[in-house]
């Protein structure tokens, strides 16, 4: 079935420093594949998107590349700020018969950034 | 507003109660998803909606789980006879149905004592 296996945190860094969140998936198919973040006390939002191979997702400075080689989505930013303190989520949908796109997550990392 | 809102947003309840809550996806939304996150994971699917339709269940909703989009507008998702392991927050997702991309509510934060 589809799953998806993401970097385990709590991740802590100074601002200015460089990120990455690894992803790696497994799918039957062909998945669109995603970066959800949770800024504290607020829902789900979408950060970027991918959806076929060797497609780049870029958003706020976060980057993200789908590479179907080595079935990894890893999310990488250059210099962190406060800001993007969150909890970071991966996430791929497979269309499936009914139509859906159902979301498997990752089970997110938790990313600080002191000052 | 005219993001996916979600009510109430927390919820208290005895176990062997009944809870009910509530989504309203983005308007023009036709499909509308449902997920539940427990602390520390990431949310698992539980149900799809095409329009009033309810095309797919996950096994996570067992029969004490019921959900409905009467008019393919808002949905209701409704636990009977609630566990301790039902605690959890309970997600609203809609879509377009061209796109894959889903907009997520608030959630609802359900506590079973």
């Known amino acids: 079935g589809d799953s998806v296996t993401q970097m385990e945190g709590p991740v802590t860094l100074s601002e200015e420093a460089f990120l990455t969140i690894n992803c790696t998936y497994t799918?039957?198919?062909?998945?669109?594949l995603f970066w959800y973040v949770q800024y504290p006390g607020e829902g789900l939002q979408l950060l970027l998107k991918?959806?076929?191979?060797?497609d780049k997702g870029s958003n706020k400075g976060f980057e993200a590349t789908y590479r179907k080689e080595t079935t990894s989505f890893h999310l990488e930013k250059g210099s962190v700020q406060v800001s993007d303190s969150a909890v970071y989520f991966c996430?791929?949908?497979?269309?499936?018969?009914?139509?859906?796109?159902?979301?498997?997550f990752g089970t997110g990392t938790r990313l600080t950034v002191i000052p | 507003d005219t993001g996916v809102s979600q009510d109430p947003r927390h919820k208290i309840t005895k176990r062997g109660q009944n809870v009910t809550f509530r989504c309203d996806p983005i308007?023009?939304?036709?499909?509308l998803y449902w997920y539940r996150q427990t602390l520390g994971q990431g949310p698992e699917f539980l149900t799809y909606f095409q329009n009033e339709a309810q095309l797919e269940k996950s096994r996570l909703l067992s029969d004490r789980f019921s959900a409905e989009r009467p008019k393919g507008s808002f949905s209701t998702l409704e636990i009977q006879r609630t566990e301790q392991g039902d605690s959890a927050m309970y997600l609203c997702?809609?879509?377009?149905?061209?796109?894959?991309?889903?907009?997520f509510g608030p959630g609802t934060r359900l506590t079973v004592l």
């Open positions: 996430a791929l949908s497979d269309r499936r018969q009914t139509g859906a796109n159902n979301l498997f």
């Open positions: 997702a809609s879509s377009l149905k061209s796109y894959n991309e889903q907009f």
């Open positions: 799918a039957t198919g062909y998945p669109s």
């Open positions: 308007s023009e939304h036709n499909r």
């Open positions: 991918a959806t076929k191979a060797d």
